[in-house]
Nanobody
């Protein structure tokens, strides 16, 4: 069983930056694909970014491309989401997820483990 714990959320003004972290348990973290998703109030969960466990291919949602950066530190069993130029529409609960198969697709159905989420609020 893998446990994922997100941190780093908070309140920030539009145009500001935040860095989310997701610490994972488990000895095979390096092979996991990792993804970030978000869910705004009253909306469905949506894909934000993902990084494959093998090869490190990275994917971003169009809405965050150029503003968000996902990275993975296998020595610390941690995946990060650097968010800059934040907009009010980025307000949501952000979740990290792990895919044992390593693929890290845009579909949340592909992920095996989920964190509890961290709230990001961007004020205008």
């Amino acid at each position: 069983q893998v446990q994922l714990v997100e941190s780093g959320g908070g309140l920030v003004q539009a145009g500001g930056s935040l860095r989310l972290s997701c610490a994972a348990s488990g000895r095979t973290f390096s092979t996991y694909g990792m993804g970030w998703f978000r869910q705004a109030l009253g909306k469905e969960r949506e894909f934000v970014a993902a990084i494959r466990g093998r090869g490190g291919t990275i994917y971003y949602a169009d809405s965050v491309k150029g503003r968000f950066t996902i990275s993975k530190d296998n020595t610390k069993n941690t995946v990060y989401l650097e968010m800059s130029n934040l907009k009010p529409e980025d307000t949501a609960v952000y979740y990290c997820a792990a895919d044992r198969g390593g693929w890290a697709t845009v579909s949340d159905a592909a992920y095996d483990y989920w964190g509890q989420g961290t709230q990001v609020t961007v004020s205008s």
